[in-house]
């Protein structure tokens, strides 16, 4: 099966008549939730759809979730149809970070069966850069779609299987937050510092390089590989602080031919919660 990992501005733009391309604007900011679609209301991609992490790409956090738990497969389903999904549809998302939340739309495509998503490497810095096309305003909507969910739930580890990892030396967990966040220096956001025993921390940054876009695929391959310690990626689990992050993680991985990883959706924010689930501080092993 073909890898449907990332795509270049060039290759997109010239791309951008196809029917059943679906293009999704998915910039978004934390700290100011309403920011990505403002900036979605003053410029995106032709065609581009606004995909709110909050709103569209999450549900609503409960007690006992992490801050951006995974929406019901049949409600995304409907959210898809509603954008225009077909079956058959090339999905592209795109940001303008370093492709983060664009990650977090690629996973859940893939979560719900539909291989054919792909990121804007680079994204809209990139696309600026070129100077390549823009609209300034949002198209009617597109008709419904007739996309069919096909979820994978394989894919998603819960957190009774990431205890689990914290005894089976078989397994790697891998955090992609910055390193001072997972050695518990600082915790800007949850209420525990810290990570869950036993994960390695390899920060979803280290995947780009300086102009935001990912490195080789055989750079990638090589560090993942060192942290993976010789753990198959098919016994690897990807978390970050809310489940969005290690989803960059993983599309890394699959970029560098190193599929088969699964996500802890709640990562760090579910895993917080539980004051009975043991928590480390320090460098990792």
């Known amino acids: 099966m073909t890898s449907f990992t990332l795509i270049e501005a060039e290759q997109l733009a010239a791309r951008l008549d196809e029917a059943d391309l ?4 998915c910039r978004f900011d934390l700290a100011r939730p309403d ?5 979605y209301a003053e410029d995106h991609l032709p065609g581009a759809t606004y995909a709110d992490l909050n709103r569209d790409l999450a549900a609503p956090p409960t007690a006992a979730s992490g801050r951006h738990p995974l929406p019901e497969p049949a409600e995304f389903e409907s959210r898809l149809r509603a954008w225009g999904v077909n079956t058959g549809s090339t999905v592209v998302a795109y940001d303008d970070g370093n492709a983060m939340y664009a990650a977090r739309l690629w996973w859940m495509m893939r979560w719900l069966g539909h291989d054919r ?4 490497d680079g994204g809209m810095r990139r696309w600026l850069q070129l100077d390549l096309p823009l609209e300034d305003h949002a198209r009617p909507p597109a ?3 007739n996309f069919v969910a096909r979820p994978r739930h394989a894919m998603a580890a819960d957190a009774a299987a990431v205890l689990a990892s914290t005894r089976d030396t078989s397994v790697r967990l891998l955090d992609a937050r910055g390193a001072e966040r997972f050695r518990g220096e600082v915790e800007p956001i949850d209420p525990v510092a810290g990570h869950v025993p036993g994960a390695r921390n390899h920060p979803f ?3 780009l390089g300086a102009d935001g876009r990912f490195l080789p695929r055989t750079e990638l391959r090589a560090a993942l590989e060192q942290r993976l310690g010789g753990v198959t990626p098919g016994r ?3 978390m970050c ?11 890394a991985m699959e970029h560098a031919g190193l599929g088969g990883a699964r996500l802890y959706p709640g990562s760090w924010s579910e895993w917080s919660r539980d004051p009975s689930r043991p928590v480390a501080v320090g460098a990792d092993p």
């Open 22 to 25: 679906r293009i999704f604007d």
């Open 35 to 39: 920011a990505g679609r403002e900036r």
């Open 117 to 120: 998503a792909l990121v804007l």
């Open 143 to 145: 008709a419904p779609g």
């Open 205 to 207: 940054t280290l995947s």
């Open 236 to 238: 690897t689990i990807a």
């Open 241 to 251: 602080g809310s489940g969005v992050s290690a989803c960059h993680l993983l599309l």
